[in-house]
């Protein structure tokens, strides 16, 4: 499962919307979707940057747009540069999951409460930005909730995790259904 978070992102009149971000260390660049970048009637600036993404797929990027991000949480804001898409991707997660036999410890507040049902992304917080949010307290999953990691090591790669965030707390890995 992929790490998504809700975030605040300011309009063309200095008011905040929320949006959904997918959190992606895998990608060089922020970017953003055509249609809320309208919404926040934000200024597109014109560029032509080429983008290359899986499978060698090349895209041409023609505008950009300078973003404020604000957590929802915790007292974090920054701007960022997004490249202009008219879809980022497809619904994350790509199908809804049924948690009935997952527990989030009641300490623990998710910036994306809804991480596990199948919906649209509004921006993409690439590596621009990523490695800036990444808090060092972790918890990794396991029956009762007992492993409680300070450090980056995963001990079984097959258990999901929660990673603090400047933003709050994410879910992240893999959730055997």
Not at 109 to 115: A, H, I, P, R, V
């Amino acid at each position: 499962m992929l790490s998504t978070a809700i975030v605040k992102i300011k309009d063309k009149h200095g008011h905040f919307q929320n949006c959904r971000a997918l959190l992606d260390c895998g990608s060089e660049g922020s970017f953003i979707t055509k249609q809320f970048c309208d919404k926040l009637g934000l200024i597109k600036e014109g560029i032509s940057v080429n983008v290359m993404g899986i499978n060698q797929n090349v895209s041409t990027i023609k505008h950009r747009v300078a973003l404020e991000i604000e957590s929802m949480q915790f007292p974090y804001k920054s701007t960022i540069s997004c490249f202009v898409l008219n879809k980022i991707t497809e619904n994350i997660p790509s199908t809804t999951y049924d948690l009935r036999h997952f527990e989030i410890p009641d300490n623990i507040k998710l910036t994306d409460k809804y991480f596990y049902k199948s919906g649209k992304i509004d921006i993409l917080l690439g590596a621009n930005i990523f490695w800036n949010l990444i808090c060092k307290d972790r918890l990794q999953q396991d029956i009762f909730w007992n492993l409680i990691c300070k450090d980056r090591l995963q001990q079984d790669t097959y258990q999901p995790i929660l990673q603090k965030t400047l933003l709050g707390w994410i879910f992240a890995g893999y959730f055997g259904t």
